[in-house]
């Protein structure tokens, strides 16, 4: 306010005495108030120069911030940890650079929002040498919450979306894919990611993603915006968003919940969650376009058939006596016919000689 005043008394016309206030006094004043204004928003402006913080669409509830104060154990707390997962005064640790662990921390709140900005601030780094590390990081927006299992430290026949930042080539070293790598895939619970291929098999497609050891902060961005899934990339310390997928035609369902997990094996890494900003989207939408919109309950994509794996439960020991028990009689009954019939081939045979 100080300031302003200062601005304002070094306008033309300006004066503490009020009485013979004249026209163009009246002028200037306004025009002083009018550039105050501008240049206050102009600093305002300057000084908030971090584009990943659009606070007027932040959704806190679903966002994860340092201090990390909305992450605990208690039912009021927003996020919670799983496994190995520790919280530190400057990150999220779901791993650390040790062998066999596994660490996640997952959302208590189904997200309802259709239009959405995730964006993900994270460090992956360790002791070990490229493709002497592993295994990597995942991000989720999930059916399921909480259910440790070997992609990435989650469950396999998820249902939802995955995110995974990939740091070790597990089918073919030499292969044209360069690690680490950032994929994507849409799961409807039943479609199983091969870990020994990489995901190639269900995978959406992705990029190569330079984001290990590292002296620069790595971001993260998805999006989801009028059913077209988007990831894009800061990993030159730029601050400059790259394209690595887009995917059109991708339907989610509401009420699913935002996740992060990792997993070392006999490779390791430190893998480090530093924020996790969500975003709401204003998309304005036409009458017909909301007339024609259809309730999503299975996720799915447009231009992919997701095969729905047949699970062979095998069969029960009764059944499998009862059909060794039937497989017997069968056989006796087909060697008795078979009898029967050579014995008369053979009555008839003899009588041909009388």
């Known amino acids: 306010m100080a300031t302003s005043m200062e601005k304002l008394k070094n306008c033309p016309g300006f004066s503490l005495r009020f009485w013979g206030v004249s026209g163009s006094f009246l002028d200037n004043v306004r025009v002083c108030l009018v550039s105050v204004l501008v240049l206050a928003l102009v600093e305002r402006g300057c000084g908030n120069n971090n584009a990943y913080e659009p606070e007027e669409f932040l959704k806190r509830e ?4 340092k201090p990390y104060q909305g992450l605990g154990s208690s039912s009021s707390s927003h996020w919670e940890l799983s496994g190995n997962a ?4 400057e990150h999220v640790r779901l791993t650390p650079d040790l062998q066999s662990r596994q660490g996640a921390v997952w959302s208590r709140i189904p997200c309802y929002i259709r239009d959405w900005e995730l964006q993900v601030h994270f460090k992956i780094h360790g002791q070990g040498k490229k493709n002497l590390n592993g295994d990597g990081l995942a991000i989720w927006l999930t059916k399921e919450r909480m259910q440790a299992g070997p992609v990435f430290g989650n469950r396999n026949l998820f249902t939802g979306l995955g995110i995974f930042v990939d740091t070790y080539p597990n089918e073919d070293k030499h292969h044209e894919r360069v690690f680490p ?17 990489d995901g190639r098999n269900v995978d959406l497609g992705g990029c190569a993603a330079s984001v290990r050891n590292v002296d620069y902060d790595t971001f993260l961005l998805v999006r989801y915006m009028r059913n077209t899934l988007t990831i894009m990339m800061d990993i030159e310390g730029k601050q400059e968003w790259k394209e690595c997928l887009e995917v059109p035609g991708v339907h989610m369902p509401q009420g699913y919940y935002f996740g992060a997990s990792s997993v070392t094996g006999d490779l390791s890494d430190n893998h480090d969650l530093i924020s996790f900003k969500l975003f709401e989207l204003t998309v ?6 909301l007339e024609n919109e259809e309730e999503v309950l299975i996720p799915s994509v447009d231009y992919r058939d997701v095969p729905v794996d047949v699970v062979d439960e095998g069969m029960s020991t009764l059944t499998l006596f009862f059909l060794f028990v039937f497989s017997v ?10 009898l029967i019939i050579y014995q008369r081939w053979k009555d008839r045979s003899r009588k041909r000689f009388y």
């Open 284 to 289: 304005e939408r036409s009458p017909e376009e």
């Open 181 to 197: 790598y950032i994929s994507a895939m849409v799961g409807n619970g039943s479609l199983a990611y091969d870990h020994d291929q």
């Open 329 to 338: 009689v069968g056989l006796v009954l087909l060697i008795v016919v078979a």
């Open 62 to 65: 679903y966002s994860l911030t």
């Open 86 to 89: 520790m919280i530190t005064p």
